[in-house]
């Protein structure tokens, strides 16, 4: 083959890297905004009234896909068309997209599932938005982590 | 117990979480025992929202709304699952309870009157009384229809109503096993499990009580739940005092201890029965901030039963003019 020569190995492993970063926290970001969707939606149908409570703690918890894209993007940055990238490079690129993947991934579940009781607690206390939008945001913290972790990696390249 | 990651009943719990604050607080209950008339505490039911809405509910007719209320709670369960036969196992003691009273109404040439029918049930409890008619019993359940098929049987042989009771208690308690086995459910398992105990341990004391030979508590024991009946027959064999620490190590020394020692007193299982539904409350209670599984469902729908039970109740004795301090002798603990 010989499209995949010896000098493509580098900016293939990028763009494996690259996609690895998004679609990982994707899913996990689908998964937990889908089932927080429902329980907002399960609120809404007995009182409308907390629409704004419930849809910023749905929305929580996709943070995680909007970090792997912006994780991807910057990985995707790294190849030149035209230039192939050299193995190491490539390497570290793919290395860069996996903190962001796995710790993506998790923490949006884990987010999603604070999210959904904090939209239980609203159901049953009006006031309690903010609480359960501190609440989730510790799980967010751990994503910011592995967004900085994975930019600093792509530094290295 | 494990936590179930299933994420089907997400609306469904959310919706209950909202619905639950409507539910009965001890507060309520208080004004509705405190009510200086039964039209008083019926309103208390009325602004808690139970019913239907727009339909005029008077004081005879309490026993309907209460039923209506549970219906209410399991249309919205129906409405909103995603496998509704999940459920069953909820519903089936009316199916089996409206069976006994068609059969007994038969057997005793009396008519079938429809307050006597519980509903929600699997089978409606008109159908069921036509396909009984009709000796047809291939609509029912399977388990159903044989348990139909053997009470009749018996009947025939020994005219004695009792063996339709006994016969169909077993049969009601098995099905509810072998559905809820299905759903792989820890708690439900604990629940379904805790029902054939209490339901044994009950059939026990009554026994004890009334001072009948071993083999009559052998014909009343149910199978399943967590002990076998040799442990039933050990426990027969001691006194009253005995019995509570010989269940030490189970779940129920404490329900067992204090329910003897009101046994003791007044000579009724009355105590006994309160103490199971606040165990039955306490277990409830353990799921009640679940965000997943088919757990919180369950419960609510318990919940909701263990509070009609209290409304009941409280309506029985306001109708009957009972003392107040009688009626909240008797209350359940609240879910709420």
């Known amino acids: 083959m010989e499209f995949f020569s010896e000098q493509l190995v580098g900016t293939v492993l990028a763009v494996i890297g690259a996609a690895f970063a998004f679609i990982i926290p994707g899913i996990g970001s689908s998964k937990a905004v889908g089932a927080a969707g429902q329980s907002a939606a399960g609120v809404l149908s007995e009182d409308p009234t907390k629409f704004v409570s419930v849809m910023v703690l749905e929305a929580l918890p996709s943070t995680q896909a909007i970090y792997g894209f912006v994780i991807a993007f910057l990985i995707v940055g790294k190849i030149v068309v035209g230039e192939a990238l050299d193995f190491g490079s490539g390497l570290i690129l793919f290395l860069a997209g996996l903190p962001m993947g796995i710790v993506g991934y998790v923490s949006a579940l884990w987010q999603g599932r604070v999210s959904i009781s904090g939209i239980n607690m609203v159901a049953k206390q009006g006031g309690g938005m903010i609480q359960g939008v501190i609440l989730a945001l510790m799980v967010e913290m751990f994503a910011i982590l592995a967004l900085i972790v994975s930019f600093q990696i792509i530094g290295k390249a | ?336």
């Open chain 2, 1 to 336: 117990m494990k936590e179930s990651t299933d994420t089907r009943y997400v609306y469904t719990i959310s919706r209950i979480r909202v619905i639950e604050q409507k539910m009965l607080s001890p507060a309520m209950l208080e004004r509705m025992i405190e009510a200086g008339t039964p039209e008083e505490a019926l309103k208390v039911l009325h602004d808690a929202g139970y019913g239907y809405a727009g339909e005029g509910y008077s004081v005879g007719d309490y026993e309907r709304l209460l039923s209506e209320e549970q219906e209410k709670v399991y249309r919205l369960l129906m409405e909103t699952v995603p496998d509704t036969r999940e459920f069953d196992f909820l519903i089936i003691k009316n199916d089996y309870h409206n069976l006994k009273v068609c059969l007994k109404a038969e057997f005793s040439d009396q008519a079938v009157e429809d307050a006597y029918l519980l509903s929600p049930s699997l089978v409606p409890g008109k159908q069921l009384m036509d396909l009984l008619r009709e000796r047809n019993f291939s609509g029912l359940p399977a388990p159903m229809a044989e348990s139909a098929a053997e009470s009749i049987e018996a009947f025939t042989k020994m005219q004695d109503p009792q063996v339709i009771d006994l016969i169909l208690d077993k049969a009601h308690y098995g099905h509810m096993l072998m559905l809820s086995d299905g759903l792989g459910s820890e708690f439900v398992s604990k629940l379904v499990n805790a029902l054939v105990d209490l339901t044994n341990l009950k059939m026990l004391l009554r026994a004890k009580l009334i001072k009948k030979p071993r083999g009559f508590l052998e014909s009343l024991l149910i199978e399943g739940g967590s002990f076998d009946k040799e442990f039933y027959h050990k426990l027969f064999e001691l006194g009253y005092d005995q019995i509570a620490s010989a269940c030490v190590d189970t779940e129920y020394y404490r329900l067992l201890t204090e329910s003897i020692n009101a046994l003791k007193l007044s000579g009724s299982l009355a105590g006994f029965e309160k103490l199971c539904d606040n165990y039955l409350v306490d277990v409830l209670k353990t799921v009640k901030y679940a965000i997943f599984g088919i757990e919180p469902l369950v419960a609510y729908y318990l919940a909701k039963e263990l509070e009609i039970k209290n409304v009941r109740i409280i309506m029985v004795g306001k109708i009957n003019g009972l003392a107040q301090y009688a009626i909240r002798e008797r209350l359940r603990e609240t879910y709420v």
